[in-house]
């Protein structure tokens, strides 16, 4: 079913098309989720940057934003910004993924991001999860693709200054882009919040839900 209850947390999938996707769009979310839920099974995926620096930085990151988590993280080496070439590759490993988990809730890029390879996972997304709850997670960069979202997690100014002080800490190999600063996480996580009516939060695309208000 897709839906949203009130049920506890036991699996979240979480997708990126590029290391670090993850922890930009949903990192205060699993954090948030991981320390209220230790143990919690965390299945990740991530397209491209396997097998070097960029991957490194993720398992780090990741073990980092998922304390307590069983988290399972598997980084492939699908060449970064060339993703719809390599559609059958992506699609494989989406539909791998689900073969091995039954989340409660997938963490995935928006279907309208401007970025040719978050889009392309996004639209893989719902042909594996399709009976899933899919959040649709913002990353903020040049294109200007911010839209207006209809889902959120509040965060704690504690979680907002973590996940803004692990991004700063474990992607090392990211630093020097204009867009990549505590300004504009923190600055972002503001103007969700107040969206809101909290200090900070993350915010999310949901385009199916089911709901359940009988019980």
């Known amino acids: ?7 506890p947390l036991e699996r979240v999938v979480a997708v990126g098309a590029h290391c670090d996707d993850i922890a930009i769009g949903a990192g205060g979310t699993l954090l948030t989720v991981c ?6 099974r965390v299945d990740a995926l991530v397209l491209s940057g396997g097998g070097g620096e960029r991957e490194r930085e ?6 980092a934003f998922c304390p307590g988590a069983d988290l399972r993280l ?3 080496k699908l060449p970064d910004g060339r993703l719809p070439a390599y559609w059958d590759e992506a699609k494989a490993a989406v539909e791998e ?7 409660d809730v997938v963490l995935a890029p928006r279907t309208a991001d401007a ?7 996004a639209r893989l997304i719902p042909t594996a999860f399709r009976d899933h709850l899919v959040l649709g997670y913002e990353i903020v960069k040049w294109d200007g693709d911010l839209g207006r979202p209809n889902a959120y997690q509040p965060l704690t100014p504690e979680t907002a200054e973590d996940k803004v002080r ?4 474990h992607y090392a190999s990211q630093r020097h882009r204009p867009w ?3 300004e504009a996480f923190l600055g972002l996580a503001r103007i969700r919040g107040i969206e809101c009516q909290a200090r900070y939060a993350e915010a999310f695309d949901v385009t199916k839900l089911t709901l359940d208000l009988g019980e």
């Open 35 to 40: 320390r209220a839920r230790p143990g919690v």
């Open 1 to 7: 079913m897709i839906g949203l209850g009130t049920r």
């Open 58 to 63: 993720e398992r780090a990151a990741l073990t």
């Open 180 to 182: 990549y600063d505590r």
């Open 74 to 76: 598997t980084v492939l």
């Open 115 to 121: 970025h040719q390879d978050h889009r392309g996972l």
């Open 97 to 103: 993924l689900r073969a091995t988990t039954e989340p």
């Open 166 to 169: 692990l991004l700063q800490e």
